[in-house]
């Protein structure tokens, strides 16, 4: 590309608006798979049923009951957890300066499971209904302990990295040991587990966005939307401290500040899903990277465009992991696991070769 | 006089690193701090900008003491190149734009994008403007640097080793590009170095660090074989070429 006297910041101007078209047409593709998501699965509904019962202009009771206390919940918690977890993970990495930062390898996942273990084993809170199926007895309880390990184990990765001389790469380390750690911790609580115990910790570990109600969703929603406008408000700031740390302190940054607030924050985000929907591995961790590829770093644009593709991508996942093998109902974590290996093996192939 | 320094001290873990270090910059003036591994040059840009806090003395940038300022405010006024240049995943012109950080609470105004434009001209980085830094050369990247501390529209630019990892062509370009700029906007500058001799071709004035205290100051042609000796500890012979001296080791 070359540039004569006066049109360098008028083609950046069409650079930036391109970018913002992306992220527009990224919306348009979000409202799509919503409406598809709301039509799908066992029972059928024309999407021009879905926008009535939507816009509430007389949809048939039964689709009314089918969108709103099923579908609706199911995809608007898909949306939330997508958008937050891939937010998050872009966040850490920008502000870690690896691309390994995401809410798993930090071993924020593995602490949440093993509150969830705890709370299952030590708190009783897991029972067989008298269906016969297992269930979570006690959900408040157990979300509460997967969100108190996995804010300790934040709170942890954090500490680790006010101790002096900490690198980024440091946090990093320590949330991989401190993954392993919990990962011991719940393999002993399940070999002392009875068969009810042992089934209600691994159906937990089952991401699934199926769990959240209304009430669970309205606290998912404030909390992402509350971190997400707040990492956005930080967008310079992470993209001085991706330019190095001496640098963005030459630029008036206060680094250790950013750092610790936007961990906390990304940390907070993560595990308030992770404690309610349970494990949704690889899309905190592939989701920034796919976009850092279609849209640069720069995290003015990357981290709105990472909110709109972690939601499409994990609203796909999951209807996808409705459909597949219908009418047994997959938990999204599945699919998740099965698409984000492949891809992230495939951009560390092809990021090697570029 | 746009920098002055009264009398810094730093300490790391108790032991001293500079000490009675006094110095003054004025406009459109370039100095090089030269001296030993491990002397503390780069400690003294970083106290000089309040990365690191002095432990006494003042550092007053056109009558402003810089260690009572806010961070932002300091940015405002000193441009930082650092030795340490992570190539991120952002184009050159958003990298160069990274420094009206100071000057930009959230929206990019239309002026940045001039400052930024105007920037990228005077480095002749037109071509590489939209390019992603981290497919750059290290020349590249350090004229995206210095490109960067400029839009700050800083009183004065710090530049920690400059030429360090750049080959001799990259070397004197960078180094004529630092001069221009620093005359050209009447800036006054602060540049450490371990080449003696390129030092001594494009600084104005030379400042020796030996142990953590200033040894000498000069002007390169003031510059002696003995001081070369005591701050080094190995003995030198000055050639004079063209008028900059030439370091010869014996």
Not at chain 1, 185 to 211: E, K
Not at chain 1, 237 to 262: C, M
Not at chain 1, 277 to 293: E, K, N, T
């Amino acid at each position: 590309m070359h540039f004569h006297d006066g049109t360098l910041n008028r083609d950046y101007t069409r650079y930036t608006q391109r970018k913002l078209l992306l992220i527009h047409a990224g919306l348009a593709v979000l409202v799509l798979a919503v409406l598809y998501g709301i039509a799908s699965g066992a029972a059928r509904i024309p999407v021009a049923e879905v926008i009535r019962s939507l816009m509430g202009t007389g949809a048939s009771p039964r689709f009314d009951l089918i969108v709103w206390q099923i579908r609706l919940p199911q995809v608007l918690a898909a949306v939330v957890a997508g958008a937050g977890l891939s937010v998050s993970g872009a966040v850490m990495q920008s502000i870690l300066r690896n691309p390994l930062g995401s809410p798993f390898t930090l071993g924020i996942s593995h602490a949440a499971a093993f509150g969830a273990a705890f709370a299952v084993m030590i708190l009783g809170s897991g029972t067989m209904t008298s269906a016969g199926s297992i269930a979570i007895a006690n959900p408040i309880v157990t979300t509460m302990a997967a969100f108190s390990f996995s804010m300790l184990a934040a709170l942890f990765i954090v500490a680790v990295s006010r101790m002096r001389g900490a690198k980024p790469e440091t946090m990093i380390l320590a949330g991989v040991a401190l993954g392993a750690l919990f990962t011991a911790g719940t393999m002993l609580l399940q070999f002392f587990a009875d068969d009810v115990q042992l089934a209600a910790m691994v159906f937990w570990t089952f991401g699934d966005v199926a769990r959240a109600g209304w009430q669970d969703l309205a606290i998912l929603g404030g909390v992402t939307a509350a971190a997400t406008l707040y990492f956005l408000f930080n967008a310079w700031n992470y993209n001085a401290v991706d330019a190095g740390d001496e640098t963005a302190q030459g630029l008036g940054v206060n680094v250790g500040r950013v750092r610790l607030w936007g961990m906390l924050t990304a940390s907070l985000v993560t595990a308030v899903i992770v404690s309610f929907l349970g494990i949704i591995g690889f899309v905190g961790l592939v989701c920034p990277h796919v976009v850092r590829r279609l849209i640069g770093g720069d995290n003015r644009f990357l981290l709105p465009a990472t909110v709109v593709l972690g939601a499409i991508l994990l609203l796909v996942a999951d209807t996808v992991a409705r459909l597949v093998l219908a009418p047994h109902l997959l938990p999204v974590s599945i699919i998740t696991a099965f698409l984000g290996a492949p891809v992230f093996m495939l951009l560390i192939v092809k990021g090697q070769r570029g | 006089m746009i920098l002055h320094i009264d009398d810094i001290a730093f300490r790391y873990n108790g032991k001293p690193v500079l000490d009675n270090v006094s110095m003054a910059v004025s406009k459109g003036e370039l100095v090089a701090v030269l001296g030993p591994n491990g002397v503390g040059k780069s400690t003294l840009l970083r106290c000089i900008n309040g990365i690191l806090r002095p432990s006494s003395g003042a550092v007053m940038v056109e009558d402003e003491n810089v260690l009572q300022l806010s961070a932002m405010a300091v940015a405002r006024r000193i441009g930082y190149v650092s030795q340490y240049q992570t190539a991120g995943k952002l184009t050159a012109f958003d990298a160069i734009l990274m420094g009206r950080r100071p000057h930009i609470r959230l929206q990019v105004r239309r002026r940045d994008l001039e400052i930024v434009d105007g920037a990228i001209k005077s480095l002749h980085l037109e071509d590489l403007a939209m390019r992603p830094i981290d497919r750059m050369s290290g020349g590249e990247l350090q004229k995206v640097a210095i490109g960067r501390a400029l839009v700050q529209e800083p009183r004065l630019l710090l530049m920690d080793e400059p030429t360090s990892s750049l080959d001799l062509k990259n070397q004197i370009e960078i180094l004529k590009l630092i001069r221009h700029v620093v005359r050209e906007h009447a800036v006054g500058a602060v540049m450490t170095l371990h080449d003696l001799t390129t030092a001594f071709r494009y600084a104005d004035k030379c400042l020796f660090l030996k142990n953590g205290r200033i040894h000498a100051v000069a002007a390169p042609r003031e510059i002696t074989g003995d001081i070369i000796r005591e701050v080094y500890g190995i003995p030198v012979e000055i050639h004079h070429h063209n008028g900059f001296p030439l370091v010869i080791p014996q």
